[in-house]
């Protein structure tokens, strides 16, 4: 079993929709959950981190975290194209162990 | 300085060839990584120094040999590279949680 599971996607949603990115970890000790943006070519960018249950919002991003089902997801609103992109999701248990990452495409 | 910066950008080496990936950070971060990735994939783990000391080697073969001289600096040496060995290589520093990458090197292996 993987640590970090992402669905590898892609996944393609009109612009000014909501893209929901979903995530499951392995480790039920894990305390911190983060969601990295990688452009194509690009280092990694973190947007979002998450340590207690329920939402976290910033922005026109809001991530979501329950641990007792191991599940964290991230919700982008009023999607733009400049958020296409592949998304890592990353936990942190002794260091930090990625997620394959899912791409995202935003259609003008 | 909210950076981590790496040098150099892209690099080019031959299979018999050595060279070094450096990377510099100023924030006061007492933990670095290194992490490759290839093309499609995640980062995956290589090297973490905490405290200018290695602390983590995830089974990485030889050939790459890290070396923290200072708390702001981390360097990869390589030494005989395989062309699979191509990929990016991303330094990152944390205080503690959280992740500040630099922006990679791009080593392609001839």
């Known amino acids: 079993q993987k640590e970090v599971e992402q669905n590898s996607g892609p996944l393609s949603v009109p612009e000014g929709a909501i893209a929901s990115l979903n995530c499951t970890y392995s480790d039920r000790g894990s305390q911190s959950f983060f969601w990295y943006r990688q452009y194509s070519g690009k280092s990694p960018e973190l947007i979002m981190f998450i340590y207690s249950n329920g939402d976290k919002e910033d922005g026109r991003f809001t991530a979501q975290l329950n641990k007792a089902s191991q599940y964290v997801s991230l919700l982008i609103r009023d999607s733009q194209p400049s958020d296409s992109a592949t998304y890592l999701c990353?936990?942190?248990?002794?260091?930090?162990?990625f997620g394959a990452g899912t791409r995202l495409t935003v259609k003008p | 300085d909210t950076e981590v910066t790496q040098t150099p950008k892209h690099l080019v080496m031959g299979m018999t060839n050595k060279k070094s990936l450096k990377c510099e950070q100023h924030?006061?971060?007492?933990?670095m990584y290194w992490y490759k990735q290839k093309a499609k994939k995640p980062p995956e783990l290589m090297f973490v120094y905490s405290y200018e000391k290695l602390s983590i080697n995830e089974s990485v073969p030889s050939r790459f040999s890290p070396e923290c001289p200072n708390s702001s600096l981390l360097n990869l040496h390589l030494h005989a590279l395989q062309p699979e060995d191509s990929a990016l290589y991303l330094c990152a520093s944390s205080p503690g949680a959280g992740y500040t990458f630099g922006s990679g090197t791009r080593l392609t292996v001839v």
């Open positions: 990353a936990v942190n248990q002794n260091d930090m162990r």
């Open positions: 924030m006061g971060h007492r933990a």
